[in-house]
Nanobody, 116 residues
Framework: QVQLVESGGGLVQPGGSLRLSCAAS????????MGWYRQAPGKQRELVAA???????NYADSVKGRFTISRDNAKNTVYLQMNSLKPEDTAAYYC??????????WGPGTQVTVSS
């Protein structure tokens, strides 16, 4: 079974940047589309970025132009470069396949807090 481990979160000031990483083991990540989700307290988990096996990308309107998703298949890793961060980007961030359900396997996530 695939294991997903997210990392790279932290506390950053508005306008700052962070790069999240998602390391996958137990599966060949390169053949699957992958996405980054986030969940803020009291809100539904939402998909903010996705990348296909062919490296086509798609973004939620709220992050378009600020976030960039990429993948390194040799390292079985997916990244999320987040620039121009805003307080409303504060959330726990998770990676998974686009369309993953709440009762599917999820990694531990990584917390991003944007605050001055």
């Amino acid at each position: 079974q695939v294991q997903l481990v997210e990392s790279g979160g932290g506390l950053v000031q508005p306008g700052g940047s962070l790069r999240l990483s998602c390391a996958a083991s137990g599966s060949i990540l390169s053949i699957y589309p992958m996405g980054w989700y986030r969940q803020a307290p009291g809100k539904q988990r939402e998909l903010v970025a996705a990348i296909t096996s062919g490296e086509s990308t798609n973004y939620a309107d709220s992050v378009k132009g600020r976030f960039t998703i990429s993948r390194d298949n040799a390292k079985n890793t997916v990244y999320l470069q987040m620039n121009s961060l805003k307080p409303e980007d504060t959330a726990a961030y998770y990676c998974n396949h686009p369309g993953a359900l709440a009762n599917d396997y999820w990694g531990p996530g990584t917390q991003v807090t944007v605050s001055s």
